[in-house]
């Protein structure tokens, strides 16, 4: 069974950056697609982004493409979230969760293990 721990979230200024990291364990955890997602308060949880089990795919959302990048490192099995050009809107709780398949379109299809989340707040 894979297990994910979200590590990296905290308070950043418009226009800053943060990294987010997710730590995963578990001998088959680089067979899965790995997603992370963020629900901000009184909002649904929302796709943000993922990358394939070789890392050759990825997805992003309309809202994060071109600031968010995703990565795969399979040295220290992680999966990681570069955040750049942060807006107060992307202020929420941030999980990482695996999947069936990280679709170029539509996201993390199917997650099914998730992280405890992390928080990110972006206020001045």
């Known amino acids: 069974q894979v297990q994910l721990v979200e590590s990296g979230g905290g308070l950043v200024q418009p226009g800053g950056s943060l990294r987010l990291s997710c730590a995963a364990s578990?001998?088959?955890?680089?067979?899965?697609?790995i997603g992370w997602f963020r629900q901000a308060p009184g909002k649904e949880r929302e796709g943000v982004s993922c990358?394939?089990?070789?890392?050759?795919?990825?997805y992003y959302a309309d809202s994060v493409t071109g600031r968010f990048t995703i990565s795969r490192d399979t040295a220290s099995n992680t999966v990681n979230l570069q955040m750049n050009s942060l807006k107060p809107e992307d202020t929420a709780v941030y999980y990482c969760?695996?999947?069936?398949?990280?679709?170029?379109?539509?996201?993390?299809?199917?997650?099914?293990?998730w992280g405890q989340g992390t928080q990110v707040a972006v206020s001045s």
């Open positions: 990358i394939s089990s070789r890392g050759s795919s990825t």
């Open positions: 578990g001998s088959s955890w680089n067979y899965y697609p």
């Open positions: 969760a695996t999947g069936r398949v990280c679709s170029t379109y539509g996201g993390l299809q199917q997650p099914s293990v």
